[in-house]
């Protein structure tokens, strides 16, 4: 497979999963660069290429604490993985 159906079709599942999770509560978001997003909050919404998470707690990366923002927008493209807590 090229590399560019494996990169659409690895985006097109990435998709399903954001928008099966949408309106959820304890979503967690990993980017390029080692972020990681934990919405105490909820998946509020997925379009347009972005990703609005609520109340927020960010972990940088190489960081052993966390801050917390009311909102965060996430480019769907930094996305490197998608959990959600129990």
Do not use: K, W
């Amino acid at each position: 497979m090229s590399d560019e159906l494996v990169n659409r079709d690895f985006n097109c599942r990435l998709l399903h999963v954001l928008r099966r999770l949408e309106g959820e509560e304890g979503v967690n978001i990993r980017t390029v660069g080692l972020f990681q997003f934990n919405a105490e909050g909820r998946l509020a919404r997925v379009e347009d290429r972005l990703a609005l998470l609520t109340d927020v707690a960010v972990f940088p990366p190489g960081l052993d604490y966390s801050f917390q923002l009311s909102n965060v927008t996430v480019n769907l493209c930094a996305i490197t993985s998608i959990g959600q807590g129990c």
